[in-house]
């Protein structure tokens, strides 16, 4: 109970510190994940078009996922620097593996049938990839998009050490600190409640852009009508 009263304590005094260091943490989470997105949705597509290079790209992007998260820092600071676009693109490497296997798998398991169906209806091969394959893959592809999301939440913490900021500044804070369970409280909570109410958006919006989602709805309209 006593812990439980510091931590409220903790929260009343330095709210304003609390709110900054969680926007800032978030941020830094969100940008790395979009911008692997930018990156690994693409070369998703392409090994799923040139199957041969899909084992060398997701094994290299299983490496990168092997390496630990102070290590990559540790390397990354050595050419980057200090600061927050260090652990930005420390997370976007992170995030290339989930993103590029659910976008390689999402593409490949779409029904060849509907393929040949829009070939048959005159359409391009982008306008087959933008009309077919990325709406039937669109929910696995946001799975990939929610698990990256979830693990640079985690990993994020540590760039504390860098100078970035974000929560694990607060968890630092009380590691240092004599009695600072409530301090580590303080922060490891915020962290822990943003990576689930991630978690639970992306999972919404994984199943409102599902196949089956979409051919219910269409049906009950069709009833409706």
Known sequence: MDVIQDIIVYYSQNAGYVWEQFYRHFLMS??????????????????????????WVISLANIIQTIPALAMLAVLMLVMGLGTNTVVFSLFLYSLLPIIKNTYTGIRNVDHALLE?????????????????????????????????????GIATIGTFIGAGGLGDIILRGTNATDGTAIILAGAIPTALMAVIADIVMGYLEKKLSPNKKRKCTQHQQQAT
Not at 121 to 150: D, H, Y
């Open 30 to 55: 969100a940008y790395g994940v979009l911008f692997a997105a930018i990156v690994a949705i693409p070369l998703g597509i392409l090994i799923a078009r040139h199957h041969k290079l899909s084992t």
């Open 117 to 153: 169906s829009g070939k048959a209806m005159g359409m391009t091969k982008f306008q087959v990839l933008r009309m077919v394959e990325l709406p039937l893959a669109m929910s696995v592809i946001m799975a990939g998009l929610r698990t990256a999301l979830v693990i640079t939440i």
